[in-house]
């Protein structure tokens, strides 16, 4: 059974770089592809922006100019780094796997990390 | 505003059914397959739906999912105390600022 854990600052200033990190046990990280999805308080899901087990990413459009998702094959780990935040970035980040990319059949979202909180304040 | 549209809420007494909307267009549900998600406060989502109709192992057929048109359903039968939770429907849409988007969540009650 794939197990998905979040991990990285709770807190994050103004301007600063959130960066999250999402390891992956129980499972393959190849052959799949790897989802950040948060959820604001008092809000529904945001998509936020995938890898492929190739490197292919396609991030939220609203979200394009400050995002970027990487992996870390060996290690098992997925990361989001989202640049210059504000107050709106608040918000609990989950990481999700699929097996398919977009418009595919495999566009589903089959395992999900437990989220990790991050605010943004000063 | 979410691109796909949910019920904010709805609710019925243990052993009735619920039905969830979520309407979309040509752009994401019209073209595109549809999956479901169960979510409890401080849990990790369960998905309950992929491909519009199929149920991942483990997921009681009491779950169903439906798709026609721009529009797909989610229904619950048997509603139990541990269905309350929010529940959200998600899709790729494919128009010109591709994205994958979820609808806006819908709260299930059980009275």
């Known amino acids: 059974q794939v197990q998905l854990q979040e991990s990285g600052p709770g807190l994050v200033k103004p301007s600063e770089t959130l960066s999250l990190t999402c390891t992956v046990s129980?499972?393959?990280?190849?052959?799949?592809?790897w989802s950040w999805i948060r959820q604001s308080p008092g809000k529904g899901l945001e998509w936020v922006g995938y890898?492929?087990?190739?490197?292919?990413?396609r991030y939220n459009p609203s979200l394009k100019s400050r995002v970027s998702i990487s992996v870390d094959t060996p290690k098992k780990q997925v990361s989001l780094n989202l640049t210059s935040v504000t107050a709106a970035d608040t918000a609990v980040y989950y990481c999700?796997?699929?097996?398919?990319?977009?418009?595919?059949?495999?566009?589903?979202?089959?395992?999900w990390g437990r989220g990790t909180l991050v605010t943004v304040s000063s | 505003q979410s691109v796909l549209t949910q019920p904010p809420s709805v609710s019925a007494a243990p052993g009735q059914r619920v039905t969830i909307s979520c309407s979309g267009n040509?752009?994401?549900?019209?073209?595109?397959?549809v999956s479901w998600y169960q979510h409890l406060p401080g849990t990790a989502p369960k998905l309950l739906i992929y491909?519009?109709?199929k149920r991942p192992s483990g997921i009681p057929d009491r779950f169903s999912g439906s798709k026609s048109g721009t529009s797909a359903t989610l229904g619950i039968t048997g509603l139990q105390t541990g269905d309350e939770a929010d529940y959200y429907c998600?899709?790729?849409?494919?128009?010109?600022?591709?994205?994958?988007?979820f609808g806006g969540g819908t709260k299930v009650t059980v009275l």
């Open positions: 491909e519009n109709k």
């Open positions: 890898i492929s087990h190739s490197g292919n990413t």
């Open positions: 129980g499972g393959f990280i190849t052959f799949y592809y």
């Open positions: 999700a796997r699929h097996p398919g990319g977009a418009a595919k059949s495999g566009y589903y979202f089959d395992s």
């Open positions: 998600g899709v790729w849409d494919s128009s010109l600022s591709a994205s994958g988007v």
């Open positions: 040509s752009s994401n549900i019209g073209n595109n397959y």
